[in-house]
């Protein structure tokens, strides 16, 4: 079973970084693009970042160009997120999520998530 796995949330002050980890299971990694996605209360979910394990290509969202970071160590299936110059409007719950064939940040398209992690910024 595919299973996917994410942890790092915390709170922090604005301005602060966390680096957010996921762990996949039960499928082959290069086969699979692997999402980070976001939910504020009230709001859509959000795509964030995603990266083709296959040949490490990513898509960032304009919100989090320059701040956030998406990489893998694909031995260890995992995935990873790192967020800097964190604001209040990044918080969320954040989530990773997997699907076949091409880069997306469209939650639509992604068929397997994980359970979320909560990332709380503070002014």
């Known amino acids: 079973d595919v299973q996917l796995q994410a942890s790092g949330g915390g709170s922090v002050q604005a301005g602060g970084s966390l680096r957010l980890s996921c762990v996949a299971s039960g499928f082959n990694f290069e086969q699979y693009i692997i999402g980070w996605f976001r939910q504020a209360p009230g709001k859509e979910r959000e795509g964030v970042s995603c990266m083709d394990g296959y040949d490490g290509r990513t898509v960032y969202a304009d919100s989090v160009k320059g701040r956030f970071t998406i990489s893998s160590d694909s031995a260890k299936k995992m995935v990873y997120l790192q967020m800097i110059n964190l604001r209040p409007d990044d918080t969320a719950v954040y989530y990773c999520?997997?699907?076949?064939?091409?880069?997306?940040?469209?939650?639509?398209?992604?068929?397997?998530w994980g359970q979320g992690t909560q990332v709380t910024v503070s002014s």
């Open positions: 999520a997997a699907r076949i064939q091409a880069r997306s940040l469209d939650s639509s398209a992604f068929d397997y």
